[in-house]
């Protein structure tokens, strides 16, 4: 299962009606509310999430998935280029993934807004205490 989640109204129907006429509508949780609010609260586990909203929140909502995330899973979040200036708390975010153990991200700068892919590694397992 899929989960969207727009605070537009407008968006939200628009998305709704293009996954009915697809035939998708069945497979996409697709939610109008505050993300702020949602993804704290979304259970998990998640395979791969792909965040395209508010730049100053991208951390928060890294933090509140990360744990959530499956090992082998993906985080990715658009608009994170250097030529976009990485202001908007892209530099935040961007150092934040740097700090976390067993996240190993990369950005792909094939298109001017730029992505960042991050791949949730397995945790390290502890030596043989025999």
């Known amino acids: 299962m899929v989960t969207t ?32 609010e949602l993804v704290r609260q979304l259970k998990g586990p998640f395979d791969f999430v792909f965040s395209d909203a508010d730049k100053e929140w ?5 933090v509140d998935v990360y744990p959530k995330l499956k090992i082998g899973g993906c985080f990715t979040a658009h608009n994170v280029s250097m030529r976009r200036g990485r202001g908007g708390g892209i ?4 150092d934040h993934l740097e ?17 960042s892919i991050s791949y ?11």
């Open 5 to 36: 989640i727009e605070i537009d109204e407008g968006r939200h129907k628009q998305a709704v009606a293009n996954l009915k006429e697809a035939g998708l509508r069945h497979y996409v949780d697709a939610r109008l509310t505050d993300a702020h």
């Open 58 to 62: 991208y951390k928060n909502y890294f």
């Open 91 to 94: 530099r935040e975010f961007l």
């Open 99 to 115: 700090s976390v153990p067993h996240l190993e991200t990369t950005i792909n700068t094939d298109s001017r807004s730029g992505i």
């Open 120 to 130: 949730k590694g397995p945790l390290e397992k502890k030596p043989d205490t025999k």
